[in-house]
């Protein structure tokens, strides 16, 4: 693994933005059997908008990667737009910084999507997060 | 590989282990030089492709001490296991009691699972019963004799004594075992089944033995049909062989046995004592770095959940730390060319027993792996937990 994408990974480990959870609020659930990850993600939508989002969980360093990349880029963005993002659209945003400051040509972070096993745990919370389209009924949302 | 990868310090060989020059050249020699089919014709290069699987055959019954018309060659231990459970799977009735232990492979689990599931048997783990609860009425009793987690060698003889002497059958995976320890059929005494996998003794994958005690060949049912297992066929009728070719119906993995009789070749030239004295003298030297780099409160399978049956180690060693997820420590050591096992291990009931639920790094040596390597890998390890901490 790129030594960039490595040191990204760790610093999102060891100083995460979005770990916490959001009191009142049900989370979105997801475990990796395969691996122990478990992740609850913490939505709040407010006029069609994802207004707050924050996760809590065990996970490895590369599903908390995933999970903060997710959970910056939904916040404030409208929710129905948000049900198909893809490992590839939240890579993008982390390839953009590399090659600006490193100024390869390559997509860095990419080496992610061609390992199976890690993309699964890439996408811990995305798979919480697409459960929203079938229990959105049932979620309680904070809303005002 | 090693040629090719120098800087690789592989220490994943109870995943597979990496192949010798003259394992990689007797394949290449076969599609060279007499690649045929076997067992059907009588021209120059299948008779000697013929008799260069028939030398394999013998050459693995005298590595565990059988004869060879008890030597059948499968696709992996998986399936020799599988041809065992399933073979027999007319043979339990509901209550029968089959015993395992939970230091087994999956593997050496799900097939029984799934036998007592269409059979009604009972599954009970020898770690759950006491030494001396009386084990004569269990119909079959499957072990691992090295764990591929722990390293641990495993001792049942008085369990599988019992057994056997009320007629039950005894199945032994000796899998990870024959790469750090003597395997011997007779001596085991209480054996009736032994599987063990190519791939891990050097060989290649894709072949797999299942030694099946003589007489009970015939009360096995194969697990696939097909050609070159028969001595009569007619249009409504056929009779199968009585040897093991009745479980090796089709064309063969025949590159794969070769190449697995150059594997156990290259054992016994290398000696087969030089390596496990080397096995031996890498286990202490891994330990002992454990200790200068103040690791030992991280290894795996100690404590107060260590198995009673358990009396030595070969050269497989796991660690867990208490917080830092393995998947982390496995990509840190990746980036320094170290490639080890993180997770369960397919052994999903072993990481359980111990209530490791993201499961550990596992390291496992061969014959080419150094003090160097362990030195790595250790010091690595360190470093990998303090950047994570």
């Known amino acids: 693994m790129n030594q960039l994408l490595l040191d990204d990974i760790v610093f999102h480990y060891k100083h995460p933005i979005h770990r916490g959870t959001i009191a009142g609020v049900q989370p979105l659930v997801d475990v990796n059997r395969s691996c122990g990850d478990e992740i609850e993600l913490y939505?709040?939508?407010?006029?069609?908008?994802?207004?707050?989002?924050?996760?809590?969980?065990?996970?490895?360093?590369?599903?908390?990667?995933?999970?903060?990349?997710?959970?910056?880029?939904?916040?404030?963005q409208p929710i129905a737009k948000l049900t198909s993002i893809t490992s590839q659209q939240l890579l993008d945003s982390v390839n953009a910084n590399f090659d600006c400051s490193s100024k390869?040509?390559?997509?860095?972070?990419?080496?992610?999507?061609e390992n199976p096993t890690?993309?699964?745990?890439?996408?811990?919370?995305?798979?919480?997060?697409?459960?929203?389209?079938?229990?959105c009924t049932e979620l309680r949302f904070r809303t005002k | 590989m090693i040629t090719n990868h120098p800087e690789l310090t592989y220490l994943d060989n109870a995943n597979t282990t990496l192949k010798p020059r003259s394992v990689i050249d007797a394949i290449n020699s076969y599609y060279r030089s007499y690649d045929a089919n076997i067992g059907r014709t009588s021209y120059g290069i299948a008779v000697a492709a013929t008799n260069r699987v028939n030398e394999s055959r013998q050459l693995v019954a005298n590595f565990i001490g059988v004869h060879s018309d008890e030597v059948v060659f499968t696709y992996s231990s998986t399936y020799a296991i599988n041809q065992i459970a399933l073979g027999l799977i007319d043979w339990f009735h509901p209550g029968d009691i089959i015993l395992l232990t939970l230091h087994e492979h999956n593997s050496n689990l799900i097939p029984w699972l799934e036998v007592a599931s269409r059979t009604g048997a009972t599954i009970k783990y020898v770690d759950d019963l006491n030494p001396d609860a009386d084990f004569s009425r269990v119909k079959l009793f499957a072990y691992s004799l090295m764990s591929n987690i722990t390293g641990k060698n495993y001792n049942y003889v008085n369990i599988a004594r019992q057994i056997h002497d009320q007629g039950g059958l005894i199945v032994v995976d000796a899998t990870q075992a024959l790469t750090h320890s003597y395997v011997d059929v007779r001596r085991l005494r209480y054996c009736d089944f032994l599987v063990f996998s190519s791939h891990k003794l050097y060989g290649p994958s894709g072949v797999g033995v299942l030694y099946i005690r003589r007489d009970l060949q015939s009360q096995l049912q194969p697990l696939v049909y097909g050609s070159q297992t028969f001595t009569e066929i007619s249009r409504d009728h056929f009779k199968l062989l009585s040897g093991p070719q009745r479980f090796e119906p089709g064309t063969p993995n025949i590159e794969g046995i070769i190449g697995l009789g150059a594997a156990i070749k290259f054992i016994n030239q290398t000696s087969r004592d030089a390596m496990l004295d080397h096995d031996r003298e890498l286990l202490n030297y891994y330990y002992n770095r454990l200790d200068h780099y103040d690791l030992t409160d991280y290894i795996f399978g100690a404590g107060p959940n260590s198995d009673r049956y358990a009396e030595s180690q070969g050269g497989i060693c796991a660690l867990a730390h208490p917080r830092i997820h393995p998947h982390d420590i496995a990509m840190l050591l990746d980036n320094q060319n170290i490639a080890v096992r993180a997770g369960k291990a397919c052994a999903d009931l072993v990481a359980d027993h111990y209530h490791e639920r993201r499961g550990v790094i596992r390291i496992s040596f061969a014959a080419y792996t150094s003090k160097s390597d362990i030195e790595k890998f250790v010091a690595a390890y360190r470093q990998a937990i303090d950047k994570l901490s």
């Open chain 1, 118 to 135: 890690r993309l699964r745990c890439f996408e811990t919370a995305q798979r919480a997060f697409w459960k929203i389209s079938s229990q």
């Open chain 1, 104 to 113: 390869q040509t390559i997509s860095t972070a990419n080496s992610l999507l």
């Open chain 1, 43 to 76: 939505l709040v939508i407010k006029n069609g908008r994802v207004a707050n989002a924050k996760f809590s969980g065990s996970l490895c360093s590369i599903a908390n990667y995933g999970a903060e990349l997710l959970v910056s880029q939904i916040i404030n």
